[in-house]
């Protein structure tokens, strides 16, 4: 159970989507900030917009995404969200280029986010060249990488280069 001590709340599952509660009747909807890579870790520390420091300790299998209600009491509700960061958005036209895309993200060990009309991975000159060399539409934009991020479901396999 999510618990406010003397330093702060601790939060020890995800109580579920924000789009599935209603905060009307609340005072304040506090946020607190992940990058595509904290977003991951299970066990962190890091602070609200509003100062309230948060400790996460997730069960095993837990995981963080955009919009998870992390706390919830009369007053506050605190939901996870992601910053805008600096991507390469490939636009695959067909099942071809959406495989080579793919395989060259991960060849190059970028994280791909997937998402029904493009990929995205955080922007890299060397991308840009791929995107050119392979001659598939890209563009550099502000997004949140909140899209399935490629690999999640083989979650724990490994491999090595040597």
């Known amino acids: 159970m999510d618990k406010i001590e003397d330093k702060g709340i601790i939060v020890e599952k995800v109580l579920g989507k924000s789009e599935d509660f209603d905060f009307s009747s609340l005072v304040a909807v506090d946020k607190v900030f992940f990058d595509h890579e904290s977003l991951r870790k299970g066990h962190q520390r890091i602070n609200t917009?509003?100062?309230?420091?948060?400790?996460?300790?997730?069960?095993?299998?837990?995981?963080?995404?955009?919009?998870?209600?992390?706390?919830r009491d009369d007053e506050v509700v605190v939901i996870a969200d992601m910053p805008e960061e600096d991507v390469i958005e490939f636009m695959p036209r067909d099942n071809i280029e959406w495989s080579r895309v793919a395989y060259n993200i991960g060849n190059m060990h970028n994280p791909a986010y997937l998402y029904e009309d493009c990929i995205l991975t955080i922007y890299d000159e060397s991308l840009k060249?791929?995107?050119?060399?392979?001659?598939?539409?890209?563009?550099?934009?502000?997004?949140?990488?909140?899209?399935?991020?490629?690999?999640?479901?083989?979650r724990g396999m490994k491999h090595s280069h040597e």
């Open 49 to 71: 917009e509003s100062g309230r420091e948060i400790m996460i300790s997730l069960e095993h299998g837990e995981a963080l995404f955009c919009g998870a209600v992390l706390y």
């Open 129 to 154: 060249r791929l995107a050119e060399a392979l001659d598939i539409p890209w563009r550099r934009c502000m997004r949140k990488l909140d899209g399935l991020r490629a690999g999640e479901s083989i």
